[in-house]
């Protein structure tokens, strides 16, 4: 059906009236036309469409019959750009008689009753949404009157019957009616009118389904019913028969089972198709969810997940009425009505009612792109939810958000906190690029400000609860222990208890208690995966046999402080390793002591005869220079101490020189070995009588006294006093510690080395033979005497005969020891400098001329490479295998020599025949015969040549390929050539006679040449004319340069030419000159 909606047809432009004009109706409607479209497009692209406000129904019942719908006054906007209102309208009279309802409307109403009812007959309308495509209406509607409206034809309302499946339209009918024809000779009240009559209508649910088919601005009718509904997880309830780990594991697994998460993925699948999100696969999360909720701690979280996931959802429910936007309403939409909703209000959503759907203008809180991140969060849930056992340090405690979305609270640690996790945790963070701000157990991924990384240093008004996490599979003592040491540093306001499923006896600690007997007195026990502040976190463990933590809960109070006042002290808060026992002094008297690190009596704490003691004997190493704390009855105190390290010190006598001729002075050293590195203080009684001297060790820990008599003296033992920095001391005594002197007149071996060769160089020659002259003393000589060595470890020595081998790897200066030892134990030994040397090498050959000819003198220049700076070098220099001769320069010029490959070689010396290189360099000349002289057009070594890129080269260096610069372009080398000739030299300009007199030059009046008879003998076919003065030489640029001079020079001269290609002229010495050289075919 074809329905001329205002929008179908917009528009675009109108005519001006002018003075004196004629105006035909089209102009009038064109200009009205024009001014309703921008007016209804505004209300429509820039603003939205659907129900703005109000136009709420309300029923009215009278004697148990519904006998009235009040509907409030409300705005709303079709997708035709009408805008509809609640109104009172007057009857006027037309210029034909007809009385209609007029356009003008009474809008200061606040709401209208309507008790009367008629079937609606559209067929002045045929409005489509309420007919099929061929024109028959297939929906049910019923009009509804005001008393003061209905007429004789209206019924009551209470017998329309089955308001349960009644529904309520607001509609304009919209149609244009002609009016009679024009009589008499004023006609300018008469046209076609355009009737607006505003409509309440009552529809089924069947009919209202088949109106909203046809909307596609809608999208509630496709996301509704079920798919929106909240379901509340089931909690675990907590009893004292919940008295083993199984059956508290089993009463979590049960209400993972019963709360049947499935709903919501069928329900975010169909939201997710909708909004074309793609789906995920969830079969590691549901294993992952499986394998939690059957272990035997960390079991909690497995809930904790779902409720995550459920507290998502919700949050998408809640905001997907209101989060479709429109850029561009389709007009056929609701282009004349909008739905109301059931006639008999629900509680909760009613899918049916249309909405307000505003523009993107207007879509401030962006609540489309919140819902997509929500969905996207559900789905990240589930691809990074993982089993947190073993993926932690320890016990973390972080800040939190409670009562608040999940979005503004802590990441729990279940979560594998990606870059793209932290993004989509937080829309509003993500959107101020703070995504990293999350707080979270691991906080590798987050910023490193340091209210981010340490977040409880810092202001937490806003964050009254606390994540407690790291804790579940830990020994409870441990766990305690971490809890009250950070609470207590950090100053946070909840409490801690420890609670056994075993039944405690004789338990005297107040924060410690059995679960049946705990869950009986407080009945609020519940996991919470933290606690608030002001509350009390509960940890639960099996037994005192088996104490790791399987559970975790919280109470919303402090649960239970002692009474009795608890306090404890030591005489000191420092004391030595090998210090006294200290007592306690422990209020109440009765309380049980304990360390900090646990529950057994570790750090240093004993009981004897009922008392306590600390005994730092006791106290483990570990424990060294720290601060240890204690509790009382389970309660932390103040009490602390640090147990300061002792000097860990061993002294022994080493070294004895005894007395030699009349001498009684023997020098005793002593050595300290002094482990721990630290500065001590020694004070020696080096004679046993109580008599102590300071004397520090020196750098290698030795140190010397002089003891002048024999006898018992030295039978006294020697005391050491050695005194750390924070004043521990400890007492070394040495006894039996005097060797007496030997009595033998033994002579040690002598030694001396030599080397062959010794001028070594790396890598040529870089061993050598070391040969050993070793004159035995007083004792024998063994074959395991001979002790060999070097400063470095790198160096090789081979062998165990005479001579050894010795390789180096490397330059440099080495030292080389035999030790010699024999029977007696005494030793011989000496030392052998090798000065090892790196090679010098010929790195490259350059041979100039590049191209020689038979007429050159061929320099061929050695490149090498001396780190050393060997000096003193010599050159051996060979043609074609003979020796030709020996220099000191690395230099050689042979020639003139004859035509073909030459093979020219290089052998490196040093003149006292050392740093010989066995490397042969060579190098292949190939001897070109000279060039005809062609009459003798070239130039003199030294001309310059411009090259391609404007630089200047000597035409000798000039070499095949490379590119010159032309008169008009660019020219390529084909070839060099030279030769030597009787010439005449000529200068142009220039100081320098520098080109032959046959070489042609242009000019502006053509090539020319001092000799143009040559030039025609070498191209007999090449215009030349005679250059001589005042003519006008051409050069770059087309410049130009008057010819000056004639004169020219004779002799035998070597000269260079080239040959080219393209234009065959190239620049020397900045003229324009002919190559001159015929191609060769």
Known sequence: MNYNYQLNNIATQYRKFSKGQRVEDLQFNEFLDFFEDQDRLSRVMLEGVGIVCGLEPQPIYENNLLTKIKLSQGVAITTDGDLLTLNKKSKIQDLSGDAYMGELKNINISDKEYTHWRVYDNSKAMYPPFHTNLGVQNVQLWELATAEEATTNFQPLATLGDFDDKYLLLYLESYEKEVKPCRGVDCDNHGIQQIRNLKVLVTTHSSADRILAKDNVFPERMISGNVTTV????????????????????????????????????????????????????????????????????????????????????EIVK???????????????????????????????????????????????????????????????????????????????????????????????????????LRLWNFDKTSNRAFDTNLNYNKSNLSTALNVQMPLDYNIDKMPYYLIEGHQGGDYHE???AIQTIKNAKQLGFEVMSVSLTQLLNNKDFYKADFADYVGKNPALEHKHGVHKGGTFVVVYKSESDPYVIADFALPYICCTPKTPISLSLPSQTVCKNGKPMVFTVNPPNGEVKAAAGNVLLAGVTKINGQYLFDPDLVEPALLNQEISFTVNGKPTNCKVRVLPIPAVTINAVKFDYPEGDSTQTVVTFKVSNQNGVEYDYKWDFLGNGSYVSVKPDDAGNVKNIYFAKGKVRRNPVNVLVTAGNGCSQMVTLTNWYVSQPTNNNTPPTVALSAIPTDLYVPGRHQSKIYREVTPGTGTIPDSGYIWSCDDPNVIISGTSNPVGATFPYAGVFTVKLTVKDSNNLEGSATLVFDVKTQVSITNLIVTPSEPSTNDIVNVRAVTNN?????????????????????????????????????????????????????????????????????????????????????????????????LKSYKGSVTVIRSVNYKAEVNLYRLNEEV?????????????????????????????????????????????????????????????????LEVNGTLDYFANGYSVHSEIIPLA
Do not use: C
Not at 1004 to 1024: H, M, V
């Open 231 to 314: 379901r509340k997880l089931k909690r675990v309830i907590l009893t004292p028969q919940l008295g083993t780990p199984e059956q508290l594991k089993q009463a979590y697994k049960n209400i993972v089972t019963e709360n049947d998460y499935g709903w919501m993925f069928s329900n975010i699948d169909f939201i997710s198709e909708k909004m074309n999100i793609p789906l995920i696969n969830r079969a590691n999360f549901v294993s992952t969810l499986n394998q939690l909720a059957d272990q035997s701690n960390n079991f909690q979280y497995a809930y904790d997940v779902l409720k995550d996931l459920a507290e998502t959802f919700a």
């Open 319 to 421: 905001l997907l009425p209101g989060s479709f936007t429109k850029s561009l309403p389709d007009v056929a939409s609701f282009p004349k009505h909008v739905i109301l909703g059931k006639l008999l209000p629900i509680a909760g959503y009613d899918y049916t009612r249309h909405n307000f759907y505003n523009s993107p203008v207007l879509d401030s809180e962006k609540k489309t792109l919140r819902v997509r991140t929500l969905i996207e969060r559900f789905n990240q849930l589930i691809l990074a939810f993982r089993n947190p056992t073993n993926i932690g340090t320890g016990v973390v405690i972080t800040p939190s958000m409670n009562k608040s979305s999940l979005g503004d609270r802590s990441i729990p640690f279940y979560y594998e906190t990606s870059e793209e996790f």
């Open 479 to 481: 766990v305690i222990d």
């Open 867 to 963: 780190p050393s700076n060997i000096q003193d070098l010599q050159y051996e220099w060979y043609l074609d295998g003979e020796r030709v001769n020996t220099t000191s320069v690395n230099e050689m010029d042979f020639g003139p020599l004859d035509a073909g490959e030459r093979k020219i070689d290089v052998l490196l010396s040093s003149s006292a025949g050392w740093y010989h290189s066995t490397e042969v360099h060579t190098v292949i000349v190939q001897i070109q015969e000279p060039v005809s002289p062609r009459g003798g057009t070239s130039f003199l070594p030294g001309t310059k040549i411009t090259m391609e890129n404007g630089s200047l080269k000597n035409i000798e260096e000039i070499k095949k390929g490379d590119r």
């Open 993 to 1057: 006679h520098f080109i032959t007199g046959a070489h042609p030059v242009r000019t502006t009046s053509g090539w020319r040449s001092y000799e143009p008879e040559k030039t025609r003998a070498i191209l007999p076919s090449f215009q030349i004319g005679q250059l001589s003065g005042d003519i006008m030489l051409m050069k770059a640029g087309d410049l130009t340069e008057p010819l000056q001079t004639d004169d020219f020079i004779s002799g035998n001269f070597t000269v260079y030419n």
